[in-house]
């Protein structure tokens, strides 16, 4: 794995209709639609916009041999459209539906969690070797004619693993693991390579990013270890609505997309479908900017561990670094004195732990409940400042007798004085920058470095862009996009985020504790877990999510699941405080945690029964019995 320079993955051309998949060809947008797969018009119209919107495949939910064999209609009503997007089946639970469904899509998703195997339990069961030997027989039984009548209807497959929906015997033996996912996919690609069958697209998704993105690269190097190079689906499944939803998708999709890895992309947001694709584009845009880049000779720290990365050690330099949350560094350089007097204030959820001022500190009166970051030659001593030195001034870091010093650092600039001088001044924290055409590539070889020197300073990651108002969706993006990789690393003491543009404060502050909060390193606001939608949504997804999040945004630190359906309702939640999940037509069931609490009450009911469930157990710190 190259740490330093972007390139994307190698991987076999798969066919799709006519919008080929890996090799050579772009990275690949899509989405799915949310309507009925029985209702044909409403499906042709909603993969029309997808489609218009920049949607390059488009996937419908087949739950049953009916919808699958509405196929045809939807797939003709579309071709007489003049439109040529290629269709995807989604199927679950019944190898007969996919069998149905390869005859009219031009590819087949299944899941190899319930392709076959028993529906889940959540119950352990032990397997001997011969017994687990015969399962996989089974499945092959089961899934070789599959791949015959795609092979004859020239259909592509998806073998898509969802981490909610793995099968009690891959958890008998794997657990609830990355590699319980990668197994449960590599079962299935076996059989496929066995049978020569090679028009195969893979996914591993999981909610909780960082279950996903280790699960793909623990993926992308078992196929490698087995010869295969099948080109792989991205997504962080129940990613969510609005800001958060970019904000996750971004974080977990960039980090892979900036490691090269990737050959198709979806954005799961819980709104319109065609909503997902222009944020797609941007993401997929912003990072293959990389390629081409000047080459970074970096080398990586020994002992780093790419497929299964632990948090470098650092000391810790009062509440930075040494294994503690990383912090937020905010900038307010353009802030004046005026402006401050007008009322500006930071937002009361996302207060920054630092910052940076510049020259212009402002007077005790009129500063933000932080610490405030000055420039060294300014620096007064004053309580609750510390100095910030620029690689210039090095030579007077040592006669700084502040306790916590900043130096503003490139990879470039690593030379052997400030190696010495980092080795002597424990208690000074690099802020990395980088304004190579890679960002990620410079960032990461100056951390490989200080580690590779034995140097456990702890490293603040500087990010710097240039967007107006109009532009959050994009500062978003990218900014998480930017910073994925180097948090999954476990790289990152601190987080400082400048825009030079007009895009607020607030918005700014916002984004880098979401980005914490998206790749599980720090949480300051309740998380919500929510599915995108499809033709199995059995209630208003959208309305629903609006009304839990306005009756529990307050419970700070609580995750809150609102699944569609059941398909992979207590499994990708696993890890959810509290679930809301779709049971039956305008019926819901309530969850704490995997364990299913009231049954089927009716939908209007639903969420104030939610609010009571967290009452109940003592989750509302606003309410006291």
């Avoid at 051309?13 to 060809?25: A, D, F, H, Y």
């Avoid at 793995?166 to 079962?187: A, F, H, K, N």
């Avoid at 400048?498 to 404060?505: A, I």
């Amino acid at each position: 794995m190259n740490l330093f320079d972007y390139q994307r993955r190698p991987t076999v051309e798969v066919q799709i209709g006519g919008t080929p998949l890996g090799g050579k060809n772009p990275i690949r947008l899509q989405s799915m639609t949310n309507t009925s797969t029985l209702d044909t018009q409403g499906s042709v119209a909603q993969t029309l916009r997808i489609a218009a919107a920049g949607g390059e495949y488009v996937r419908l939910t087949t739950q049953g041999v009916r919808e699958a064999e509405n196929l045809r209609a939807i797939n003709a009503g579309v071709r007489a459209a003049g439109c040529d997007v290629p269709l995807v089946a989604d199927v679950h639970f019944n190898p007969q539906v996919a069998e149905v469904a390869a005859l009219y899509a031009e590819k087949v998703r299944i899941n190899p969690g319930n392709y076959v195997d028993a529906a889940r339990t959540f119950k352990h069961v032990e397997y001997t070797d011969e017994e687990y030997a015969r399962e996989l027989e089974k499945i092959a039984a089961r899934f070789v004619p599959f791949l015959q009548i795609c092979r004859e209807h020239h259909t592509a497959i998806r073998i898509g693993v969802n981490h909610g929906s793995l099968s009690d015997r891959i958890m008998s033996r794997y657990g609830d693991t990355p590699e319980g996912i990668v197994e449960s996919c590599m079962e299935f690609l076996r059989i496929c390579v066995r049978e020569h069958f090679m028009d195969v697209v893979v996914s591993v998704k999981a909610s909780n990013t960082v279950v996903m993105v280790q699960s793909v690269r623990l993926l992308v190097h078992a196929m490698e270890q087995e010869g295969m190079a099948f080109p792989l689906h991205l997504g962080v499944t129940e990613a969510g609505d609005g800001e958060d939803g970019r904000i996750k998708s971004a974080v977990g999709i960039g980090a892979l997309l900036a490691d090269g890895i990737g050959d198709t992309v979806r954005v799961s947001l819980s709104e319109a479908p065609e909503a997902e694709i222009p944020v797609a584009r941007k993401l997929v845009d912003h990072v293959s900017r990389r390629e081409g880049a000047m080459m970074i000779p970096g080398m990586a720290a020994e002992g780093f561990d790419w497929l299964r990365p632990v948090r470098r050690h650092t000391v810790a330099v009062r509440n930075i670094g040494g294994g503690q949350a990383p912090v937020v560094v905010a900038d307010r350089m353009d802030l004046s004195a005026s402006g401050r007097l007008k009322g500006f204030s930071a937002h009361p959820d996302f207060q920054p732990d630092y910052i940076y001022c510049g020259r212009d500190l402002p007077p005790a009166g009129e500063r933000e409940p932080a610490a405030y970051i000055v420039d060294a030659d300014v620096w007064t001593g004053e309580p609750g400042t510390y100095p910030a030195f620029p690689y210039n001034l090095l030579p007077f870091l040592g006669s700084c007798a502040a306790d916590l010093k900043f130096l503003f650092l490139t990879y470039g600039a690593l030379d052997e004085e400030v190696r010495a001088c980092l080795r002597h001044h424990p208690e000074v924290v690099v802020v990395s920058q980088s304004n190579h055409q890679n960002r990620l590539g410079e960032h990461r070889a100056l951390i490989h470095e200080l580690t590779r020197e034995g140097l456990a300073n702890p490293v603040v990651v500087f990010q710097q862009y240039a967007h107006s108002m109009e532009e959050k969706e994009d500062f978003q993006i990218e900014s998480a996009a930017d910073m994925g990789a180097l948090l999954f690393d476990g790289l990152c003491d601190g987080l400082y985020l400048y825009n030079s543009g007009t895009l607020g404060h607030r918005d700014i502050d916002a984004t880098a504790f979401g980005i914490l909060q998206a790749a599980r390193l720090r949480t300051s606001k309740t998380e919500y877990i929510s599915c995108p939608g499809c033709g199995r949504t059995l209630y208003d997804l959208q309305a629903t999510i609006a009304r839990v999040k306005a009756a529990t945004g307050h419970l700070k630190g609580l995750k809150i699941a609102v699944m569609g359906c059941i398909v992979n309702g207590p499994g990708e939640m696993a890890d959810a405080d509290y679930g809301y999940v779709g049971a039956a037509r305008g019926k819901v069931s309530l969850y704490k945690k995997k364990t299913c609490v009231e049954r089927n009450i009716p939908a209007e009911e639903a969420v104030e029964k939610l609010l009571r469930l967290i009452r109940e157990n003592g989750d509302d710190p606003e309410y006291s019995v």
